[in-house]
């Protein structure tokens, strides 16, 4: 085990193709489980889960009588533990039992296990395909230790705080745990990011660079608000969220200070834009999105669980699973873009990259050729999965449908989002292929691949009543209604 930089530790094992070696990957994925602090029955769980991934891959990866070898990799973040299991046998689509056997091994059964908060499934084409697991350390989240007038909820009716000067900057270590109460008070456990709860991930997340915190420190230097820009999966883009401010000091333009900081931030780390999802149930969100400067360029159907509840701020329970806009904002403008999508599609994505004010080229593309490159997550916490093609190959419907059926019928996703490369010609037949098996059009997210723009589409395996949907812009209400319109069309073709 060696350790790395930002106080990783990475170790790895490979073992043959053959159940005698089983109990080698066990008794590695113990040792290193109780490394990252976990107790028995979170061991016992990872070793399950890394059994059943390795049975997983020698019942099907591999021709009988073939020879090959599984590789386990472990690392130990301050945060994290992270499993992989990765073979090159056969790719995962060509063995996989069908989804709809609820006793079938492979990935749907992987999912539900639950041992963990992140499974991912990376399909690396002629690399061979990767399961991965992270499983958060344990840690004390906000309430360990506090007083309790440290976590006493906002009242709904909270006077406003005198008239003050505020300090906006960037976050520092000091000020995570009031962030956490801040967060705490104003939402209690409802909020569906729970990094937020805890003190220490806030603060390596930000010295990894994977997070950009800013805060507003009233006149006592005090934490009263704070907005992030999060930088994890996409290395050229940042989401904005993982904001909140204290009910005594809103309308006061922190949530505008604090962004200002961000983009300031963002464009010194060299990041190509910010794109933000303000939720659907009321406009302020997606105006104040508006007022940054930021462009409409998709419509993301029930990407928040019922469960989230707006605590102390005048807003109803939701009675669906919350949708989202997506904006996203340029800063620094790209060149010209050649994108690839099915004809019927092309008014609605002019429409789109008019608004970003950008220039492109829409065309037709071309067949698949070769074998394609995928991952596959499901997230327990928001109930959903995202499925994102790196490649697009001539196998790359079957595993947009297996991957769809596996995320909604045995790990329970009640939302499945996908991610098409625009840049790359057989994206239109891709396109096509995933309306075949239920998803439909979502919008666009600039610079959502490693190259270049995406096109989303969603699939939903729970009611949705689009009337309940309030949008902010023009544009947004073009997109629902074009959203809803290629909804229905699906649906209609399946059941025709």
Same mark, same amino acid.
């Given at each position: 085990?060696?350790?790395?930089?930002?106080?990783?530790?990475?170790?790895?094992?490979?073992?043959?193709?053959?159940?005698?070696?089983?109990?080698?990957?066990?008794?590695?994925?113990?040792?290193?489980?109780?490394?990252?602090?976990?107790?028995?029955?979170?061991?016992?769980?990872?070793?399950?889960?890394? #059994?059943?991934?390795?049975?997983?891959?020698?019942?099907?990866?591999?021709?009988?009588?073939?020879?090959?070898?599984?590789?386990?990799?472990? &690392?130990?973040?301050?945060?994290?533990?992270?499993?992989?299991?990765? #073979?090159?046998?056969?790719?995962?689509?060509?063995?996989?039992?069908?989804?709809?056997?609820?006793?079938?091994?492979?990935?749907?059964?992987?999912?539900?296990?639950?041992?963990?908060?992140?499974?991912?499934?990376?399909?690396?084409?002629?690399?061979?395909?990767?399961?991965?697991?992270?499983?958060?350390?344990?840690?004390? #989240?906000?309430?360990?230790?506090?007083?309790?007038?440290?976590?006493?909820?906002?009242?709904?009716?909270?006077? +406003?705080?005198?008239?003050?000067?505020?300090?906006?900057?960037?976050?520092?270590?000091?000020?995570?745990?009031?962030?956490?109460?801040?967060? *705490?008070?104003?939402?209690?456990?409802?909020?569906?990011?729970?990094?937020?709860? *805890?003190?220490?991930?806030?603060?390596?997340?930000?010295?990894?660079?994977?997070?950009?915190?800013?805060?507003?420190?009233?006149?006592?230097?005090?934490?009263?608000?704070?907005?992030?820009?999060?930088?994890?999966?996409?290395?050229?883009?940042?989401?904005?969220?993982?904001?909140?401010?204290?009910?005594?000091?809103?309308?006061?333009?922190?949530?505008?200070?604090?962004? #200002?900081?961000?983009? &300031?931030?963002?464009?010194?780390?060299?990041?190509?834009?910010?794109?933000?999802?303000?939720?659907?149930?009321?406009?302020?969100?997606?105006?104040?999105?508006?007022?940054?400067?930021?462009?409409?360029?998709?419509?993301?159907?029930?990407?928040? +669980?019922?469960?989230?509840?707006?605590?102390?701020?005048?807003?109803?329970?939701?009675?669906?699973? &919350?949708?989202?806009?997506?904006?996203?904002?340029?800063?620094?403008?790209?060149?010209?873009?050649?994108?690839?999508?099915?004809?019927?599609?092309? +008014?609605?994505?002019?429409?789109?990259?008019?608004?970003?004010?950008?220039?492109? &080229?829409?065309?037709?593309?071309?067949?698949?050729?070769?074998?394609?490159?995928?991952?596959?997550?499901?997230?327990?916490?928001?109930?959903?999965?995202?499925?994102?093609?790196?490649?697009?190959?001539?196998?790359?419907?079957?595993?947009?449908?297996?991957?769809?059926?596996?995320?909604?019928?045995?790990?329970?996703?009640?939302?499945?989002?996908?991610?098409?490369?625009?840049?790359?010609?057989?994206?239109?037949?891709?396109?096509?292929?995933?309306?075949?098996?239920?998803?439909?059009?979502?919008?666009?997210?600039?610079?959502?691949?490693?190259?270049?723009?995406?096109?989303?589409?969603?699939?939903?395996?729970? +009611?949705?009543?689009?009337?309940?949907?309030?949008?902010?812009?023009?544009?947004?209400?073009?997109?629902?209604? *074009?959203?809803?319109?290629?909804?229905?069309?699906?649906?209609?073709?399946?059941?025709?």
């Amino acid at each position: 085990m060696t350790t790395e930089p930002e106080g990783a530790l990475k170790s790895e094992i490979s073992i043959p193709n053959d159940a005698r070696f089983l109990h080698a990957a066990r008794a590695f994925v113990r040792e290193v489980a109780q490394v990252a602090g976990f107790g028995p029955d979170d061991v016992d769980a990872l070793v399950h889960a890394a #059994d059943e991934a390795c049975t997983n891959a020698l019942q099907h990866a591999f021709e009988p009588g073939e020879t090959g070898t599984i590789t386990l990799s472990a &690392e130990v973040t301050p945060d994290d533990f992270i499993l992989g299991v990765r #073979d090159q046998g056969l790719p995962f689509i060509s063995r996989v039992e069908q989804a709809a056997d609820p006793g079938a091994r492979g990935l749907g059964f992987l999912f539900i296990q639950r041992a963990v908060d992140e499974v991912t499934w990376v399909n690396l084409g002629k690399a061979g395909k990767e399961l991965r697991f992270v499983k958060h350390r344990p840690q004390a #989240d906000v309430t360990h230790g506090a007083a309790s007038s440290d976590l006493a909820p906002y009242g709904h009716d909270e006077p +406003p705080a005198p008239e003050q000067e505020y300090v906006v900057r960037t976050l520092r270590p000091e000020d995570a745990r009031q962030v956490s109460q801040c967060v *705490y008070r104003v939402y209690g456990y409802t909020y569906p990011n729970e990094d937020l709860y *805890y003190p220490e991930r806030i603060v390596h997340l930000n010295q990894a660079g994977e997070l950009i915190s800013a805060v507003a420190l009233d006149a006592e230097g005090r934490v009263v608000g704070h907005y992030a820009l999060e930088c994890r999966r996409l290395c050229r883009v940042a989401e904005s969220g993982q904001a909140v401010v204290a009910p005594g000091h809103r309308g006061r333009r922190l949530m505008e200070r604090m962004r #200002d900081v961000l983009e &300031e931030e963002a464009l010194r780390a060299g990041l190509l834009g910010v794109f933000g999802q303000p939720v659907t149930s009321h406009t302020f969100s997606q105006k104040v999105n508006e007022d940054f400067g930021s462009k409409v360029c998709g419509l993301t159907l029930g990407l928040v +669980p019922r469960s989230f509840t707006y605590r102390k701020t005048g807003i109803p329970p939701l009675a669906q699973r &919350e949708s989202t806009m997506l904006y996203f904002k340029y800063l620094t403008p790209p060149g010209r873009s050649a994108l690839f999508a099915p004809r019927r599609h092309w +008014p609605a994505l002019t429409r789109i990259y008019e608004a970003l004010g950008i220039p492109f &080229e829409l065309g037709p593309g071309s067949p698949p050729e070769g074998r394609g490159e995928a991952e596959a997550s499901y997230d327990h916490a928001w109930g959903f999965g995202v499925v994102r093609v790196r490649r697009v190959g001539a196998d790359t419907p079957a595993v947009l449908d297996l991957a769809r059926r596996n995320l909604a019928a045995i790990a329970g996703a009640e939302a499945v989002y996908l991610e098409l490369p625009l840049a790359q010609p057989a994206t239109p037949s891709a396109c096509e292929a995933a309306e075949a098996s239920g998803f439909f059009f979502s919008g666009v997210g600039p610079s959502f691949a490693g190259d270049g723009d995406v096109l989303r589409l969603q699939y939903l395996a729970v +009611p949705m009543d689009v009337s309940r949907i309030k949008v902010f812009s023009p544009l947004g209400q073009e997109l629902l209604a *074009y959203v809803a319109s290629e909804r229905e069309r699906v649906e209609r073709s399946k059941t025709g």
